[in-house]
């Protein structure tokens, strides 16, 4: 029988991911793709239907995660594509989380061409992206799932992203250790309306040895009204970032990360900021010497 998983708005249910165990729980297109890669053995499978409120969502998908590299599936008009990001070829990959909306983009090369995917999903089964983002942290080296599961519980309050990060130094983090935090508050409700060159929401960047991390409120801006109530992560492998740099404009400061000349991810901080910052830029030099 066919099956059918359009949106149905009366069960929310319908639209959490689902860890695929068996053929029957995926539309018949994916099942033949799964087939035609896989065979009767199917690595550990995401299956994503269709969201109500995001438009990377409208689409079903399917994640997979193989032992070199991550199989991304979507349904385009009745058509399954496929992307292969080979593990050593992703540059960063962001994770977020806006209430019951999280996603995760993938930035990587396919076949020598810059390519991005996201997958947006219903917070609630955050839980079956755990292996795939543990398996993503032990390729990359990236910092203990410690940090990970502090970063994921929102931060709706700032001031507890600096004692946070304090708790993590004293944790034992199998030889990876933080290196550097620079902690940039919200201040343009402090310092007046017009001011928009300064930060409009709390971040974060932390420096380990092996990644660096772009932290920072959601700021999603939902009925012209600005919703802090998510949080970002951007998690950059050292040897992708090809420099950081800084720029001052009146009374703020940029920090540019450069990922492998293919993207740019930009922080804005205050003017006051600008030695901490210098600082981590000169231990990254010193990392990549």
């Not at 902690?183 to 660096?212: R, S």
Request: proline share 5%; charged share 25%; with cysteine.
């Amino acid at each position: 029988m066919k099956k059918d998983y359009k949106i149905q708005s009366q069960n929310t249910m319908s639209q959490w991911p689902i860890q695929v165990k068996r053929p029957d729980q995926i539309p018949d297109s994916f099942c033949e793709r799964l087939d035609e890669k896989f065979g009767a053995q199917w690595p550990y499978s995401i299956f994503i239907p269709p969201t109500k409120w995001d438009a990377e969502g409208k689409r079903p998908k399917v994640f997979s995660m193989v032992e070199d590299g991550i199989m991304y599936f979507e349904d385009v008009k009745s058509e399954v594509k496929e992307v292969f990001y080979p593990f050593k070829n992703i540059l960063y990959v962001e994770i977020g989380r806006m209430l019951l909306s999280s996603w995760m983009t993938i930035h990587g090369m396919v076949d020598g061409q810059y390519r991005q995917s996201t997958i947006s999903y219903n917070t609630v089964r955050d839980d079956l992206f755990d292996p795939i983002i543990e398996k993503l942290g032990r390729v990359f080296l990236l910092t203990d799932p410690w940090l990970k599961i502090k970063m994921g519980s929102a931060f709706l309050i700032s001031s507890k992203w600096i004692l946070s990060f304090k708790l993590y130094e004293t944790v034992p983090s199998s030889g990876r250790k933080i290196v550097n935090i620079i902690y940039q508050p919200k201040i343009q409700e402090a310092n007046g309306k017009f001011m928009k060159a300064l930060p409009e929401h709390t971040h974060a960047v932390v420096l380990t040895g092996n990644e660096l991390i772009l932290i920072k409120e959601d700021n999603h801006k939902y009925k012209n009204v600005h919703s802090n109530y998510g949080v970002v992560k951007d998690f950059i492998p050292l040897d992708h970032i090809t420099k950081l740099t800084t720029d001052l404009l009146d009374a703020s400061l940029t920090m540019h990360v450069e990922v492998d000349e293919k993207d740019k991810l930009d922080r804005v901080f205050s003017e006051d900021q600008s030695d901490r910052i210098n600082q981590l830029i000169n231990k990254f030099k010193k990392f990549m010497h």
